[in-house]
């Protein structure tokens, strides 16, 4: 059983619509991150989470430590927001440790 | 533009055959990673260098060395590659909060 557990692994939206992307863990961590991928494309840090609550623009990410599960909001969603949608877990070893686990990552279209 | 840069951006090699993928960050990040992403497999560590002068190894670092040449240079080698080795190589660096990735690496062994 992979660490980190996306859904869906694919998702189609029509311009406009609320969209959420959910990431549950089974490992204790110290902070999840939400990447965004465009095909072909470089990997962009959207969000680190400890606790609580992001937004940034049109993007909101929440974490729920005590349930160990993750959501990723975008609001209005527009066509350039079509991309893989990664969330990764960093551990809580400590020390200078911040290697990150991933799930397989959400691929998102949006038609206009 | 401060990041993470990669070279080079593609690479086509014969089995057997040997590279380096180079990586350079100008943050004065601590840590630094090297990833593979396959298809349905999600991203995977190979290596990675908590400081300057260590390095360790991650999930799959079979066919793989690497060498933290100094605080800034991380790089990847491939002494003898196989097709198993064909991916999108990414390298990553960290402060401790927040991460940067360069744009890739696109390798394909034939």
């Known amino acids: 059983k992979n660490e980190v557990e996306q859904s869906p692994q694919n998702l189609t939206a029509q311009e406009g619509e609320f969209i959420t992307i959910n990431c549950s863990y089974s490992?204790?961590?110290?902070?999840l991150h939400w990447l965004q991928q465009h095909p072909g494309g470089g990997i962009v840090s959207l969000f680190m989470?400890?606790?609580g609550k992001k937004k940034h623009g049109r993007l909101i990410a929440t974490i729920n430590i005590q349930e160990k599960h993750s959501s990723l909001h975008i609001t209005a969603s527009h066509p350039r927001d079509s991309a893989v949608y990664i969330c990764?877990?960093?551990?809580?070893?400590?020390?200078?440790?911040?290697?990150?686990?991933f799930g397989k990552g959400t691929l998102l279209t949006v038609n206009p | 533009n401060a990041g993470v840069t990669q070279t080079p951006k593609f690479q086509v090699l014969k089995t057997g055959q040997s590279m380096t993928l180079q990586c350079a960050q100008d943050?004065?990040?601590?840590?630094m990673y090297w990833y593979r992403q396959d298809p349905g497999m999600g991203l995977r560590l190979i290596y990675y260098?908590?400081?300057?002068?260590?390095?360790d190894k991650g999930e799959v670092p079979n066919g793989y060395n690497v060498s933290r040449l100094n605080k800034r240079e991380f790089s990847l080698r491939l002494e003898s590659a196989a097709p198993s080795q064909t991916s999108v190589y990414f390298c990553?660096?960290?402060?401790?909060?927040?991460?940067?990735f360069g744009s890739g690496t696109r390798l394909t062994v034939v």
């Open positions: 989470l400890s606790s």
């Open positions: 490992v204790g961590i110290s902070a």
């Open positions: 990553a660096s960290t402060p401790g909060y927040g991460y940067t």
């Open positions: 943050m004065n990040h601590n840590s």
């Open positions: 990764a877990v960093s551990g809580n070893s400590g020390g200078s440790n911040y290697k990150l686990t």
């Open positions: 260098s908590a400081s300057e002068g260590t390095t």
